[in-house]
């Protein structure tokens, strides 16, 4: 309520005033006031549609300045919404993430997802619906640049000549001209059409011609950033021990409440390398037994949250970006309804997550034939 000074009629200037206009005869107010009134609603509305109170409306092509911003996402409950790279850029710290998902589920997930806020969309070229998540983001009202798309480099294109071919591809059927962020998906180089356990030992061991194939790429400007998925710590090192024009910016590493990763954590944060958390639920094998943890199902009940509400906001807490997959509508906006957990609950999931031995759910090295394991 704007409460203007009242005049009397003792006052004798307000006699001698002019008279005002009809619009505002009683009380009087000024075109300076009503100018910053109106800057006043126009910026706290567009500050209202950044953080996301109204994410909804994010979805509409709304003129400057009440546009959003680049990969503006729903706001999560207090958590930290993006994490800064070395580049500038800010990566969402959530994602959706798509592998497994079937190409007819997969346009109806991203739409859904690009709906209720999220701005991050985890994909790869091995998972061969790429097109599909084209598809959704055209038919959604969400512009191509406030959204954060990701693919990965699969084994077969490691050698520097199968890069460029590989990246492309993916390109086009994302129906893009840049992504945001462009990973190696694993540490395993294989010939073109060949079989993995055909391997190149050289290129496997020593990826800095990929890495530097890549870096053309950042300056060619058809990726934004660049990282790497399913290092570990020894091979982090041998990579970022040569002259890198651009560092690692990600490592997107299996992180679950069976395999927390505290070694990595640690190590990634004295790196500057941010983490990226895939099969943060336990992955399709495991997500029923981890929504079924006793600290998480306590928490859960405790705060008014579901089990993975709790798991998902748990990871952001950690620090790291969180890629939870799924096809199911009800699930994927269940998944960014997320609260900064108090600092007791937080610690309760941290300890137990911490209390047992640590088991990693997937290991492709037997499946692939390979004559060591991937991750040593
Ligand atoms: P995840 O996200 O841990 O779990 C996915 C499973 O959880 C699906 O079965 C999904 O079912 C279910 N789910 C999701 N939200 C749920 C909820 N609120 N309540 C109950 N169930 C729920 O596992 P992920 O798919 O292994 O990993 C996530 C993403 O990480 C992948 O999509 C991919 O982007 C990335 N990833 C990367 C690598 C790599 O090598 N870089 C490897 C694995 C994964 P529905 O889909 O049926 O709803």
Not at 108 to 117: E, R
Not at 218 to 234: D, L
Request: proline letters at 8%; one cysteine or more.
């Amino acid at each position: 309520m704007l409460h203007l000074p009242q005049r009397t009629h003792d006052d004798k200037n307000y006699l001698d005033t002019p008279k005002p206009s009809s619009l505002f005869r009683k009380p009087r107010l000024s075109w300076k006031k009503l100018i910053a009134i109106s800057l006043f609603i126009m910026f706290s509305f567009a500050f209202t549609v950044r953080k996301g109170f109204l994410g909804r409306l994010q979805s509409f092509n709304l003129p400057p300045p009440f546009r959003c911003g680049l990969h503006t996402q729903k706001d999560l409950g207090g958590l930290q919404t993006h994490y800064t790279l070395p580049s500038g850029s800010k990566i969402p710290s959530l994602a959706l993430g798509v592998w497994r998902a079937p190409k007819d589920k997969t346009v109806p997930a991203v739409k859904t997802a690009l709906d209720s806020g999220y701005r991050h969309i985890d994909g790869a070229w091995i998972y061969r619906n790429e097109e599909e998540v084209g598809q959704a983001l055209k038919e959604s009202n969400v512009k191509r640049e406030d959204v954060w798309l990701t693919s990965k480099l699969w084994n077969n294109f490691h050698a520097p000549e199968d890069i460029e071919p590989a990246l492309d591809d993916s390109l086009k059927k994302l129906g893009t001209d840049y992504l945001d962020l462009y990973i190696i998906h694993w540490p395993l180089a294989v010939p073109k059409d060949e079989k993995p356990a055909n391997y190149n030992k050289n290129l496997t061991a020593n990826p800095y011609p990929t890495w530097q194939k890549l870096e053309e790429m950042v300056e060619k400007g058809k990726v934004r950033n660049i990282g790497v998925s399913n290092f570990n710590i020894r091979r982090l090192q041998n990579l970022t021990a040569n002259p890198l024009k651009v560092q690692p910016a990600v490592n997107q590493v299996e992180i679950s409440f069976w395999f927390p990763q505290v070694e990595m954590l640690e190590f990634s944060k004295k790196m500057g390398i941010l983490l990226e958390a895939y099969s943060p639920l336990g992955s399709a094998e495991r997500v029923e037994q981890s929504l079924n943890v006793p600290e998480v199902k306590q928490v859960a009940k405790d705060l008014g949250m579901t089990p993975a509400q709790v798991l998902i906001s748990w990871h952001i807490q950690r620090g790291t970006v969180v890629l939870p997959k799924s096809i199911t509508p009800s699930r994927v906006i269940e998944n960014i309804q997320l609260r900064k957990l108090p600092e007791s609950a937080f610690e309760k999931i941290e300890n137990a997550a911490r209390a047992h031995k640590p088991q990693r759910g997937s290991n492709p090295s037997h499946n692939w034939g390979l004559d060591f394991d991937i991750f040593e």
